[in-house]
């Protein structure tokens, strides 16, 4: 009992800056508070002394802010950092080295009996105010972003934000080290996401921009090789199109901004 104690204390540590040494842990940390009174509700549970583990599991959530069902099954390592608002449904399954933010909900989506709640694999970070609704699987070493609403499976080791929830993919060029050096100094990335997350919806519109681009370069040279072969078709001067790219972040515009005075400078020297 005593080494599951200091196993769950030692990941508290290991996941939160601000906490400063095992006492404290131990007598204000909310989140520690909930999963030691679910695992005596849960023991309860078990034994069918359904009642007396209601009310164990509502006097955890008056004490601490955090709704556990007793019937809930939660791994090793669960951290759950400030804690007011969690709430875990009946039938949820938490992974192994999981961490939740507070105002998080892993709930259901129907009334029939039976599973309905979400399973988590390994190391899944879920951020501020993110919802996992329904019985879908989230990957392990998944990260979902704050506030954002999962109603789908995740795969493993992906990042979803948004509402509804939307697969990301890191920057190629600083993504890998960047992870790296999170996953040895931190073990998980705070609050579901890192600060090279894209916007998904900017990168869509962005693809189709590229993708218009192309085929107005298309059309222009048909236009061409159809005035070659007939003289009868008119010249239409179009105006020329610069590539566009939709910034999601002030990093982003900045990049965009000296992209196209890189391009401008580029064309005025070859026009003298």
């Not at 940390?29 to 030691?36: D, E, F, K, T, V």
């Not at 583990?53 to 709704?67: K, V």
């Not at 078709?233 to 515009?253: D, G, K, V």
């Amino acid at each position: 009992m005593f080494a599951r104690l200091k196993e769950d204390i030692d990941c508290v540590f290991a996941r939160d800056p601000a906490a400063r040494n095992a006492f404290e842990v131990l007598t204000t940390y909310p989140g520690l508070h909930a999963l030691l009174i679910h695992r005596l509700s849960h023991k309860l549970w078990h034994i069918r002394l359904y009642w007396l583990a209601r009310m164990l599991s509502t006097f955890g959530r008056w004490i601490t802010g955090i709704e556990i069902h007793p019937g809930a099954t939660i791994g090793r390592r669960f951290f759950i950092d400030h804690g007011m608002g969690v709430v875990i449904g009946e039938t949820a399954v938490v992974g192994d080295g999981c961490t939740l933010y507070h105002g998080v909900t892993l709930g259901g989506t129907s009334w029939q009996k039976g599973k309905r709640h979400p399973t988590l694999g390994n190391d899944v970070v879920v951020g501020a105010g993110a919802k996992v609704l329904g019985p879908i699987e989230i990957g392990s070493g998944a990260r979902i972003g704050s506030n954002a609403v999962v109603v789908k499976p995740v795969p493993p080791g992906t990042t979803v934000v948004g509402v509804p929830g939307r697969l990301v993919e890191q920057n190629d060029s600083i993504g890998g080290e960047h992870r790296e050096e999170i996953a040895k100094k931190m073990g998980f990335d705070a609050y579901g996401v890192t600060r090279d997350a894209p916007d998904p919806v900017a990168h869509a519109i962005n693809c189709m921009l590229d993708h218009i681009h192309v085929l107005d370069q298309r059309m222009e040279q048909m236009c061409q090789s159809l005035r070659k072969i007939s003289d009868e078709q008119p010249e239409l001067e179009l105006p020329e199109l610069e590539s566009c790219e939709i910034a999601s972040t002030a990093e982003e515009l900045l990049r965009i901004h000296s992209s196209v005075g890189q391009t401008h400078s580029a064309e005025t020297e070859r026009q003298d």
